[in-house]
């Protein structure tokens, strides 16, 4: 799409923050005001417009795209998100351990039991460790408790736990990183341990490589827009 305006700004409207292109609001996919309930996010997504060239580059646009999903989808579906994210816990990954080689096992253990630990803090839910894949390992009532957790965070949190989650294949996670209880780079080394030990063992695969830097700067987006 061709650049169609000059400048890009912010503005309060009400309790929320939107984004103005030449004085005229930014509108979602779905043709709604786009409003961010905090003004550190809103000049970040502003700053994505206003570094765009001659053709706009949706794919440089990490946050407004997680803009448009907070308007589009967390404000009108927040059950049907809440239900979709707390599903996750039924085979969180971070509860499935590999048993060998026992040298993988170690690392998956000093990265996800910190993590757990600070997840049944805030939870009370206690994750269980299996080392098969087959069946779930959190109940139904666990999932019931956690998604009166994610019910209880705002819009920009939800909206950032739902997408980590979605990318990492972690409700665990993606519920940390939207708490500010982890960072990007914590969240990023515990998704990918297995895969990460692999390439160190066996040598970098390029196109793995490029897979996971696009991952490390989708995680590095959701990070920076809970400001």
Request: one cysteine or more; aromatic letters at 8%; hydrophobic letters at 45%.
């Amino acid at each position: 799409m061709k650049r169609f305006y000059k400048n890009a700004a912010t503005e309060r409207d009400g309790e929320s923050f939107r984004i103005l292109l030449d004085g005229r609001p930014v509108k979602t996919p779905l043709h709604n005001i786009l409003h961010l309930p905090c003004a550190v996010t809103a000049e970040k997504i502003a700053q994505e417009w206003r570094a765009q060239g001659e053709k706009i580059d949706f794919s440089t646009m990490k946050l407004t795209q997680l803009g448009y999903t907070l308007a589009d989808k967390i404000t009108a579906e927040r059950a049907a998100v809440i239900a979709a994210t707390a599903a996750f816990l039924e085979t969180e990954l971070i509860c499935y351990y590999t048993p060998e080689p026992r040298e993988l096992y170690e690392r998956q253990k000093k990265l996800w039991q910190p993590v757990a630990e600070t997840f049944t803090a805030e939870t009370g839910i206690v994750l269980n460790s299996v080392t098969s894949v087959f069946g779930g390992v959190q109940s139904a009532a666990d999932v019931a408790v956690f998604a009166k957790h994610l019910a209880a965070l705002d819009d920009l949190s939800l909206t950032a736990a739902q997408a980590a989650a979605g990318l990492l294949g972690s409700a665990v996670l993606g519920y940390l990183l939207a708490k500010k209880r982890i960072d990007a780079e914590t969240a990023f080394q515990a998704a990918l341990a297995e895969e990460l030990y692999q390439a160190e063992k066996w040598g970098e695969d390029a196109e793995a490589a490029a897979r996971r830097d696009a991952l490390k700067g989708e995680i590095d987006a959701v990070a920076a827009f809970l400001s």
